[in-house]
């Protein structure tokens, strides 16, 4: 008996040794990764800061406020003026027409279509999130530029172009207009996914209670509703706009291309050039250090661009989806 | 003559017009944005339609054996096929995901299991949702300054490293929100029986939670088959099959990328050939990864 009690906690004695050690090991491989991610981060800032020290050391500060943009040796210069312009423009015309849509899209899912109705299309567009950027680009340039150039700028250039010098261009359909447009339906799956799931959040006794005042849907909506997560439908809208400011090829395929001083847009029909579009277009063709460092650098700003427009939005969406339970109101 | 009625009366009726006149024009705002927002709905429809329309139209009599098979003829021909672009996104992807899914997944059982709330843990959520944001041009960057310019060349391996960077932190989330859901009693129930941690964590929280990972991979998986960007800083894309991982190779999004901007016929029926056999890798990788998990012996609990 006795040996057999002494037997069972020398078992028991390997089988905890072993868990233990069992335990150690998968410790290690998942910290292990952990650090892996934050290693990833790391490289990150380490290669963007070392390929772009040469062009900050040549130019300074300037590079951000330069406009002129010379790869030929010895006339070499470069500045990212026009292309944080670009940037900006594209992505604000995104913005203008696709939150606005977006959002009538969450409240049409959320709040109005019944589940019969609402859970296929918001099936339908994650399946729109879930399309390769390059399929919208190639869908941009050889069928809906045609609609924009037909439907859009066609129209106002004939209505116009004598009197606006605003409409001055002969349109082409390839231009930061389309790009925005492009842009605006590539978020807006995003925006409205990110804005539905910020919805349901709202507990049902605050649209309760709206209606029980015979409130109608769109006061319920405006009255309960949006003032509840208006932080989190503000974070879903810079979370699309992080997506159109960093995004390269669909942009590259549809802005236009210009280069130097001329891809400062002089209108929102103007072909232009972004930050991305820029070094996706140059980069395999750069003809020195010196201008591979530049493309590089151009990345960099869109690295501190986005990275400024995510923190923000994902503070402010986080703070919404954390009181859920919904015992606080604004 | 009204001021003979009782100014009871009168303001009743005052106030019932009112009412009556606003609830009017209230209705029919709330009418306005019913219809407004159907219409938007539709708006954000008939993208997706004309894509899906154009891409298996134009893309469809692109296929051949010779498109799927053979690398392309030259510049303009029409002759040839995507072979070499379609095998190297085979290899890129899959290198990127054998890469991401184990590091992914066990970063969030970190998060979800042993970190919790600590700062650390904070931290590494932090810097994850950073990666998210990050443009993948940027991540491109990466692949060229760390791999492409110490290997010197461009490579298979410095563009899976860049696909893995993009997916990565894709999987921690999703891993780390549907570990989050596994409920705390099988846990308790695993440690009861005394089992290791690592024990309960891969057979007990992993196969419950195998469904809503799978999603995230699949998710992370078609998020990178489709990127470009990163591409053109580290694989390059070239004509030719693979030659080995320090070399470079094709991509079927650079691919469209390349015969778009050419000034053929050809090329851009061969573009949206690719695009279609793009869209259907994708759909056939998700369904495939799907029927593997319901096949695999261990039904999950939730």
């Known amino acids: 008996m006795t040996s057999n009690s002494k037997n069972s906690r020398y078992i028991s004695s390997l089988f905890i040794k072993r868990t233990k050690r069992g335990d150690k090991v998968f410790y290690g491989l998942v910290i292990g990764a952990t650090l892996y991610t934050l290693l990833m981060v790391g490289l990150v800032a380490f290669s963007v800061t070392r390929g772009s020290i040469d062009i900050f050391s040549a130019e300074g500060i300037q590079f951000v406020f330069q406009s002129n943009w010379n790869a030929v040796e010895g006339r070499e210069a470069f500045g990212a003026f026009p292309y944080i312009i670009g940037t900006l423009l594209s992505s604000a015309i995104a913005m203008a027409i696709g939150v606005p849509i977006s959002l009538a899209i969450a409240i049409f899912i959320s709040e109005i279509a019944p589940p019969r109705i609402g859970t296929p299309l918001s099936f339908i567009t994650e399946l729109l999130a879930a399309v390769p950027s390059i399929i919208y680009g190639l869908w941009a340039l050889f069928v809906f530029r045609f609609w924009v150039r037909d439907l859009i700028e066609k129209p106002l250039y004939d209505a116009f172009h004598g009197y606006i010098p605003f409409f001055a261009k002969t349109p082409f359909g390839l231009d930061i207009f389309t790009a925005g447009i492009v842009l605006a339906i590539m978020i807006i799956p995003i925006i409205s996914s990110i804005c539905r799931e910020v919805m349901r959040v709202v507990p049902d006794s605050q649209r309760e209670a709206a209606y029980s005042l015979g409130a109608t849907r769109w006061e319920t909506v405006r009255m309960a509703v949006f003032p509840y997560v208006k932080s989190g439908l503000v974070g879903a809208a810079m979370l699309g706009l992080g997506r159109a400011v960093g995004e390269t090829i669909l942009v590259t395929m549809v802005i236009g291309n210009v280069i130097g001083p001329g891809a400062i847009p002089t209108s929102i029909f103007s072909q232009g050039q972004t930050l991305a579009s820029l070094v996706a277009n140059e980069f395999n063709e ?43 109101s604004q | 003559m009204t001021s003979y009625h009782s100014p009871k009366k009168n303001y009743s009726e005052i106030l019932h017009e009112t009412v009556n006149k ?43 054996l010779e498109f799927l098979t053979q690398p392309q003829g030259s510049i303009g021909s029409g002759r040839g096929g995507v072979g070499p672009a379609i095998q190297g996104t085979i290899i890129v992807v899959g290198l990127a995901s054998l890469i991401a899914t184990p590091v992914g997944v066990l970063a969030a059982i970190y998060l979800s299991e042993f970190a919790k709330g600590g700062k650390f843990a904070d931290l590494v959520r932090f810097f994850n949702d950073v990666l998210t944001g990050l443009p993948s041009i940027v991540i ?48 308790e129930a695993g440690h009861s029986l005394g089992i290791s941690k690592a024990k309960i964590t891969l057979s007990i929280v992993l196969p419950s939670a195998k469904h809503g990972i799978l999603t995230g991979i699949v998710l992370a998986i078609s998020r990178i088959a489709g990127e ?19 070399g470079p190779v094709d991509a079927l999004p650079l691919r469209i990328w390349r015969l778009a901007s050419q000034p053929y016929e050809s090329a851009h029926a061969f573009g ?25 012996s261990f039904k999950g609990a939730v």
Request: charged content about 10%.
């Open chain 2, 228 to 246: 470009t960007a990163p591409l053109i800083m580290t694989i390059l894309g070239t004509s030719l099959f693979f030659t080995g991982i320090t």
């Open chain 2, 272 to 296: 949206w050939g690719s695009a279609l056999v793009l869209i259907l890798m994708i759909l056939a990788m998700s369904i495939g990864l799907r029927l593997l998990a319901r096949r695999s």
């Open chain 2, 22 to 64: 606003n609830y009017k024009k209230r209705m029919i705002v709330n009418k306005l944005v019913t219809v407004l927002s159907i219409v938007c709905v539709i708006a954000a429809i008939i993208p997706l339609g004309s894509i899906l329309l154009e891409v298996v139209k134009n893309g469809a009599s692109a296929i051949s």
């Open chain 2, 140 to 187: 491109g960057i990466v692949g060229y300054v760390i791999i492409v310019l110490s290997i010197g060349s461009f490579s298979v391996f410095a563009g899976a490293i860049s696909l893995s960077i993009i997916m990565i932190p894709i999987v921690v989330r999703v891993t780390e929100e549907t570990l989050k859901i596994v409920p705390y009693s099988l846990r």
């Open chain 1, 286 to 328: 750069a003809s020195s250090d010196l201008h591979l460092s530049a493309l590089i650098a151009l990345g960099a700003i869109l690295l501190v661009l986005t990275m400024g427009i995510n923190v923000v939005a994902r503070i402010l969406v986080k703070k919404k989806i954390k009181v859920s339970s919904g015992a606080k």
